[in-house]
């Protein structure tokens, strides 16, 4: 996956363009916050079932969602450069995800949603919730920059091993009157 810089230009009042500089997001959780209120922007097939999920093994995934198939989906966030760390630990979070339970992804889900999970599925996909959920598992990677050593080792479990596993990168921009864009 080719890395794009983008640039972002204002157009003023009097119909000139200004750049708007690429800025560092100030907080992680910012990020998390806005795909738990909104996850379509990362993904729009995606219903979040739990933030901050604490697994068997000591880690908590940041997001925890469902596809409309009923597969359970890890969503990891970094600030700013990915270390090739950041892989090994989404990996770790899939070991325990692999092994959940329908009765335990529902316990879950019904937990963090405050109501039923069928229920929930239902009013996003417009579907009933699968019989057997977490049949498949995918791991989404979410930064503002991905490093080179990541990207290959992404590439390489994907490519090579079928690890359904992905990137994608947020930037933020901030003009100097302090109006915020994100851009995918």
Excluded at 4 to 14: F, G, K, L, N, P
Aim: proline share 2%; with cysteine.
């Amino acid at each position: 996956f080719p890395v794009t810089i983008r640039r972002v230009w204002q157009v003023s009042a009097d119909d000139l363009l200004m750049e708007i500089n690429t800025s560092k997001l100030n907080f992680e959780s910012r990020l998390e916050n806005w795909l738990e209120n909104d996850i379509s922007i990362l993904d729009k097939d995606l219903l979040v079932i739990g933030r901050q999920v604490s697994t068997d093994f000591g880690g908590s995934i940041d997001l925890l969602c469902v596809d409309s198939s009923g597969d359970t989906v890890i969503v990891e966030l970094k600030r700013d450069k990915t270390p090739r760390d950041t892989v090994a630990q989404a990996l770790d979070y899939a070991s325990w995800v692999v092994d959940l339970s329908y009765e335990r992804v529902i316990e879950i889900a019904d937990q963090y949603l405050k109501e039923p999970l069928g229920g929930a599925f239902y009013n996003k996909f417009r579907k009933d919730l699968p019989e057997s959920v977490n049949t498949n598992h995918k791991i989404v990677v979410v930064a503002s920059s991905i490093d080179q050593k990541s990207e290959r080792i992404i590439s390489y479990l994907s490519n090579t091993y079928g690890v359904n596993i992905n990137a994608v990168t947020f930037q933020y921009f901030q003009t100097t009157e302090e109006i915020e864009f994100l851009t995918r």
